[in-house]
């Protein structure tokens, strides 16, 4: 009976458009601000996901990771104390501008690298070699502090620009993920770094640090807590603080979370008023089905398989057209758009929902249907 | 063909059914007693409302009774499960309906196979099956259409095609010609009488429609709820 089912499904070709519009639009609204959203998650973690150590040691009120509380320039040396702890090195992050030649100031994130190791550095370079930020005056750019600050013919390896009345020479220019607050990222030794800002007792932004090999992470992070009296956190824990500072003091949470929700209720109200519909004006034929020996199960099946086929129809065709968009608009990490296997896989959970409570008021309904109603 | 010699295949006894509670309570069916036998046509006739499709439906066991027993070839239909009602009536009924009630998206062939669908027979076998009883029906030629693109009467013909593919033993038919022309109608009854002749089956048609009485054997009139009158059907040149 799958054979008619489908064909019956078919058939009716305007309310089965209209079904498989009605989820499709669903699916690619819910996938689409899904992905906007959790991309711009990922950009809010920016800064951390670029610098990519294992563990982070912070000022124990810290909230996230763009709200830098400096700590004292010891607590390097006493988190490499901290037993299990195989390197820690000290970063600086601080917000600084900087002049072009031509007179324009851009407000960029100046971020100080230990020298000897480099820790934190970007894995791509797209142009010069990273190395040579160790030279006088070189500074390493992101690709998008290129961007705001003129573009590759203004700025470029070889240009030369002012931080605080002070020489900074770009030597490469890296790969980076965008940041949520979209400040351009110009990388420098730490040493040199603290020469370029304002003169402060404590410089320290964080100090980035390992647990050695074999060891149970958290408990090196709850040792480094104990024994420094500092915030210790993993780079995923600290992400997900930050997520959630966001979240908590933006509205985007709710913006996002409002289209969703519409698009899954006007996913549901479609689904269930066209499939209700079709099912109604279907009873005769389902009574006809029924006198003819077809158990209540078997036009359960029907209905569900009818219901499932076009929802899954509509799954792929509204991923694929938010997958397009994606791809169209959010080339080259332009714009925020992070569409993961979680987000679909809940997409779908959410669709076969849609689906299967759309089928379950037509079971009702054909459950209470008397097959006399084919003699009427 | 009152005195049959052949078995009863339904035999109802005491049957009442009333629709509505309280006030609005409607007694349809007052203590129907009926035999059908094998190898006969019967009608059942009557005024609109006198209960000659809830009697039918009863028959199909697809309306619950109040009171009384149903017993179709053997079965105590109307004690049976709603589940077992419907799988016996799968095996052992075929229906024809007023309205065709054919599936619109389905093609003639397919139509005639879903009996046999239900009956969890291979879909390949079950086209094949269908097309031979098309071709038996004389639509050899329509297999591949839509409802839509045939006339009222080739529509009721698959209708009575999807009624018989199942070899059902007992075929319920509801007004069988009453969205049929004259010579249609006519058809459709000859067609169904041929069935009626066969010794192992049965066939009940409810209907109004004068012109095709001469088709039957026997003649039921019902009348508010109530058997009022059977009768044996003398054809010209057999009385």
Same mark, same amino acid.
């Given at each position: 009976?799958?054979?008619?089912?489908?064909?019956?499904?078919?058939?009716?070709?305007?309310?089965?458009?209209?079904?498989?519009?009605?989820?499709?639009?669903?699916?690619?609204?819910?996938?689409?601000?899904?992905?906007?959203?959790?991309?711009?998650?990922?950009?809010?973690?920016?800064?951390?996901?670029?610098?990519?150590?294992?563990?982070w040691v912070t000022d124990p009120g810290i909230a996230q990771v763009d709200e830098v509380k400096p700590i004292a320039s010891t607590a390097v040396d006493r988190v490499r104390s901290v037993d299990g702890v195989e390197w820690a090195v000290p970063l600086y992050k601080g917000l600084l501008r900087a002049r072009l030649a031509s007179g324009d100031y851009h407000q960029i994130t100046l971020t100080g690298l230990e020298s000897s190791t480099l820790i934190g550095r970007p894995a791509e370079v797209l142009e010069g070699r990273f190395e040579d930020i160790l030279q006088p005056d070189a500074v390493v750019l992101d690709q998008w502090a290129v961007e705001r600050m003129g573009g590759p013919g203004i700025v470029t390896v070889g240009t030369i620009f002012e931080l605080n009345d002070k020489l900074a020479r770009v030597v490469a220019i890296a790969k980076t993920q965008k940041s949520f607050t979209n400040?351009?990222?110009?990388?420098?030794?730490?040493?040199?770094?603290?020469?370029?800002?304002?003169?402060?007792?404590?410089?320290?932004?964080?100090?980035?640090?390992?647990?050695?090999?074999?060891?149970?992470?958290?408990?090196?992070?709850?040792?480094?807590?104990?024994?420094?009296?500092?915030?210790?956190?993993?780079?995923?824990?600290? @992400?997900?603080? #930050?997520?959630?500072?966001? =979240?908590?003091?933006? +509205?985007?949470?709710?913006? $996002?979370?409002? %289209?969703?929700? /519409?698009?899954?209720?006007?996913?549901?109200?479609?689904?269930?008023?066209?499939?209700?519909?079709?099912?109604?004006?279907?009873?005769?034929?389902?009574?006809?089905?029924?006198?003819?020996?077809?158990?209540?199960?078997?036009?359960?099946?029907?209905?569900?398989?009818?219901?499932?086929?076009?929802?899954?129809?509509?799954?792929?065709?509204?991923? @694929?057209?938010? #997958?397009?968009?994606?791809? =169209?608009?959010?080339? +080259?990490?332009?714009?925020? $758009?992070?569409? %993961?296997?979680? /987000?679909?896989?809940?997409?779908?959970?959410?669709?076969?929902?849609?689906?299967?409570?759309?089928?379950?008021?037509?079971?009702?309904?054909?459950?209470?249907?008397?097959?006399?109603?084919?003699?009427? | 063909?009152?005195?049959?010699?052949?078995?009863?295949?339904?035999?109802?006894?005491?049957?009442?059914?009333?629709?509505?509670?309280?006030?609005?309570?409607?007694?349809?069916?007052?203590?129907?007693?009926?035999?059908?036998?094998?190898?006969?046509?019967?009608?059942?006739?009557?005024?609109?409302?006198?209960?000659?499709?809830?009697?039918?439906?009863?028959?199909?066991?697809?309306?619950?009774?109040?009171?009384?027993?149903?017993?179709?070839?053997?079965?105590?239909?109307?004690?049976?499960?709603?589940?077992?009602?419907?799988?016996?009536?799968?095996?052992?009924?075929?229906?024809?309906?007023?309205?065709?009630?054919?599936?619109?998206?389905?093609?003639?062939?397919?139509?005639?196979?879903?009996?046999?669908?239900?009956?969890?027979?291979?879909?390949?076998?079950?086209?094949?099956?269908?097309?031979?009883?098309?071709?038996?029906?004389?639509?050899?030629?329509?297999?591949?259409?839509?409802?839509?693109?045939?006339?009222?009467?080739?529509?009721?013909?698959?209708?009575?095609?999807?009624?018989?593919?199942?070899?059902?033993?007992?075929?319920?038919?509801?007004?069988?010609?009453?969205?049929?022309?004259?010579?249609?109608?006519?058809?459709?009854?000859?067609?169904?009488?041929?069935?009626?002749?066969?010794?192992?089956?049965?066939?009940?048609?409810?209907?109004?429609?004068?012109?095709?009485?001469?088709?039957?054997?026997?003649?039921?009139?019902?009348?508010?709820?109530?058997?009022?009158?059977?009768?044996?059907?003398?054809?010209?040149?057999?009385?």
């Amino acid at each position: 009976m799958n054979y008619v089912a489908l064909k019956m499904l078919f058939g009716d070709r305007a309310k089965y458009l209209m079904l498989l519009c009605g989820l499709t639009f669903s699916v690619m609204l819910i996938v689409q601000q899904g992905s906007i959203f959790w991309g711009l998650m990922m950009w809010s973690q920016a800064s951390i996901s670029n610098v990519n150590v294992p563990i982070w040691v912070t000022d124990p009120g810290i909230a996230q990771v763009d709200e830098v509380k400096p700590i004292a320039s010891t607590a390097v040396d006493r988190v490499r104390s901290v037993d299990g702890v195989e390197w820690a090195v000290p970063l600086y992050k601080g917000l600084l501008r900087a002049r072009l030649a031509s007179g324009d100031y851009h407000q960029i994130t100046l971020t100080g690298l230990e020298s000897s190791t480099l820790i934190g550095r970007p894995a791509e370079v797209l142009e010069g070699r990273f190395e040579d930020i160790l030279q006088p005056d070189a500074v390493v750019l992101d690709q998008w502090a290129v961007e705001r600050m003129g573009g590759p013919g203004i700025v470029t390896v070889g240009t030369i620009f002012e931080l605080n009345d002070k020489l900074a020479r770009v030597v490469a220019i890296a790969k980076t993920q965008k940041s949520f607050t979209n400040i351009p990222v110009v990388y420098t030794t730490y040493e040199r770094a603290l020469r370029y800002v304002p003169r402060e007792r404590r410089a320290l932004s964080y100090v980035l640090a390992k647990a050695k090999d074999g060891l149970v992470v958290d408990d090196v992070i709850q040792r480094i807590r104990e024994q420094t009296g500092l915030g210790a956190f993993t780079e995923e824990d600290f @992400g997900v603080k #930050t997520i959630m500072w966001v =979240l908590k003091n933006t +509205g985007i949470g709710i913006n $996002f979370g409002t %289209t969703i929700l /519409l698009g899954f209720i006007v996913g549901m109200a479609i689904a269930g008023q066209t499939f209700y519909l079709f099912t109604v004006e279907n009873l005769r034929q389902f009574g006809a089905l029924k006198a003819m020996g077809a158990s209540g199960l078997t036009l359960a099946r029907m209905i569900l398989l009818q219901a499932f086929t076009v929802g899954l129809t509509g799954y792929g065709l509204g991923i @694929g057209l938010a #997958t397009v968009f994606g791809f =169209l608009t959010a080339r +080259g990490g332009s714009l925020p $758009f992070v569409e %993961t296997w979680q /987000l679909l896989l809940l997409v779908l959970i959410a669709l076969l929902t849609i689906c299967a409570v759309s089928a379950l008021i037509s079971i009702v309904k054909l459950a209470r249907l008397e097959p006399a109603i084919v003699f009427r | 063909m009152d005195d049959h010699t052949q078995p009863a295949a339904v035999r109802a006894r005491g049957i009442v059914k009333s629709f509505g509670t309280g006030d609005t309570q409607v007694t349809v069916l007052r203590g129907i007693d009926l035999d059908i036998y094998l190898g006969e046509m019967l009608l059942l006739v009557g005024e609109s409302g006198g209960g000659k499709t809830t009697l039918l439906s009863a028959i199909a066991g697809i309306l619950d009774i109040d009171a009384g027993d149903i017993d179709v070839l053997g079965v105590p239909l109307s004690r049976l499960p709603p589940g077992k009602r419907t799988v016996f009536r799968g095996q052992t009924m075929g229906f024809i309906y007023q309205q065709f009630n054919l599936l619109p998206a389905l093609t003639a062939a397919e139509n005639v196979a879903i009996p046999l669908l239900i009956q969890k027979i291979g879909r390949h076998e079950a086209i094949q099956r269908a097309r031979a009883m098309l071709d038996r029906v004389g639509l050899e030629d329509r297999t591949e259409f839509l409802p839509k693109n045939l006339s009222g009467g080739q529509q009721q013909r698959v209708a009575i095609a999807r009624a018989l593919v199942n070899e059902p033993r007992l075929l319920i038919c509801d007004e069988p010609t009453a969205a049929l022309d004259g010579p249609n109608g006519q058809k459709v009854m000859a067609l169904l009488r041929e069935v009626g002749r066969s010794p192992d089956r049965c066939v009940v048609v409810v209907t109004h429609d004068s012109r095709v009485f001469q088709y039957g054997d026997r003649m039921a009139r019902l009348t508010d709820g109530r058997i009022v009158g059977i009768e044996s059907i003398v054809r010209e040149g057999t009385a």
